[in-house]
Every structure is written in structure tokens, then in C-alpha cells.
């Protein structure tokens, strides 16, 4: 079965720095891979997926992940943060029609005046 | 175009008593979702519907919980009788076809306290 593992729970990170957010999953299959935020009180907002072909992806709001296969990983990047982007960021990953997402546990964007 | 509406937002009861949601998922969605979400934790499929049936119920904890979603449009999510472990958020969504591609699209929840 496909899992997915969020390394940090909590990221602080000054307003205007870089900010990479870590996600690595497990399957033994090829799966799809997505990038969800949620605001304080707000439902899940997709940031962006990957499907296929270039493995890097970019999302709204100046977000881009890049998937690596060999490494099961899907890191979460944007350049330059700011306080608005002071969310839950989950990443998730589903396999096929039959199978539902999985989502990880979530990481906490902190960011830093 | 309006998103997915969930109500109530907020809802404190006592253990025992019942409790319901609704929601109204995007205008055309065929596919609708509930989750559960724990503080803490990302959110978990409770039950998926395809039109108007019931194509993925195996994690709904059918002793207490139970859904509906007649004529394939509007949803309901029961417990009945709540318990104090049930408090979390309840989270609906909703997609175009529900294919592993599609996009889903989330309401805002509703946060459900037992006391």
C-alpha cells in the first residue's frame, strides 16, 4: 500500500527567504502526486500535481515541486515566502481510480516577520 | 461559480446525541467525498460517491455512521450516537469524475466538538 511521510511537522522561515517543504512517498507502482494548502479555517486548496512528463511542476501562487523517482521524493519549493502564505501545507499521492488519496500528516508553514 | 457548501460550520453536542452535515458539492460534480480530519493529521476518506452510489465506504465506521446522497446531488453525513472521539473536522469534496487526475475540490468543513 502507497504511504506518504511528511519529515517536518513545523517549518518557520523568515518572510522573503527561500522555503522547501519535504515529502517522500512509498509505492511500488507509479503513482500521482499533488500538493494541497489549507488556510486557518479553510478547506484544502490543490497547489499543483504531478501526472506525468516533466518532473517539475509548478503551481499557483509562485509554488513548484520537483518529483524524483529514485529518491520517492516530491519537495514542495517557492522562493520567496510571504505572512500570506502562513498555511497547512499536505502533500498526497493516489494511485489509480479504484485506490483513494492518501494524504500525509501535514507540515506547518511558519512564517517569520 | 460556487464552491462546495458545507453547514453546519460549527457543532458542540453531548456524547450520545446525533449529529448531521450537509453538503452541497460544485454544480455537475458526479463524485463526492467525505473525510475525516484529526488535529494534527491530514484528512482520511471516510466514503466516495459516484452519482448516487456508495463506491468506496470501507473506511465509514458503518456502526454510528451513516451517509446518504439522493439524486446524486446534495450529501448527508450521520453519527449517531456521537462519542467523544468523533470530534474533529468532517471535510466534504467534491470532483468532475472522480478519475485519479481530477481535481477535488474542498469545502471550508465542519468542526464537529463531543463534550
Known amino acids: 500500500a502507497q504511504s506518504v511521510t511528511q519529515l517536518d511537522s513545523q517549518v518557520p522561515v523568515f518572510e522573503e527567504a527561500p522555503v522547501e517543504l519535504r515529502c517522500n512517498y512509498s509505492?511500488?507502482?507509479?503513482?500521482?502526486l499533488f500538493w494541497y494548502v489549507q488556510y486557518p479555517n479553510q478547506g484544502l486548496q490543490l497547489l499543483l500535481k504531478y501526472l506525468s512528463g516533466s518532473t517539475l511542476v509548478k503551481g499557483i501562487n509562485g509554488f513548484e515541486a520537483e518529483f524524483n523517482k529514485s529518491q520517492t521524493s516530491f519537495h514542495l519549493r517557492k522562493p520567496s515566502v510571504h505572512i500570506s502564505d502562513t498555511a497547512e501545507y499536505f502533500c498526497a499521492v493516489r494511485l489509480n481510480r479504484d485506490d483513494k488519496i492518501i494524504f500525509g500528516k501535514g507540515t506547518r508553514l511558519h512564517i517569520l516577520p | 461559480e460556487a464552491g462546495v457548501v458545507q453547514s453546519p460550520r460549527y457543532k458542540i453536542i453531548e456524547k450520545k446525541q446525533p449529529v448531521a452535515f450537509w453538503c452541497n458539492p460544485i454544480s455537475g460534480h458526479n463524485t463526492l467525498y467525505w473525510y475525516l480530519q484529526n488535529l494534527g493529521q491530514g484528512p482520511e476518506l471516510l466514503i466516495r460517491y459516484e452519482n448516487e452510489e456508495a463506491v468506496d465506504d470501507s473506511q465509514l465506521p458503518k456502526d454510528r455512521f451513516s451517509a446518504e446522497r439522493l439524486k446524486g446531488v446534495d450529501s448527508t453525513l450521520k453519527i449517531q450516537p456521537a462519542e467523544l472521539g468523533d470530534s474533529a473536522v468532517y471535510l466534504c469534496a467534491s470532483s468532475a469524475s472522480g478519475g485519479p487526475t481530477d481535481t477535488q475540490y474542498f469545502g471550508p468543513g465542519t468542526r464537529l466538538t463531543v463534550l
Open positions: 509505492s511500488s507502482v507509479s503513482v500521482y
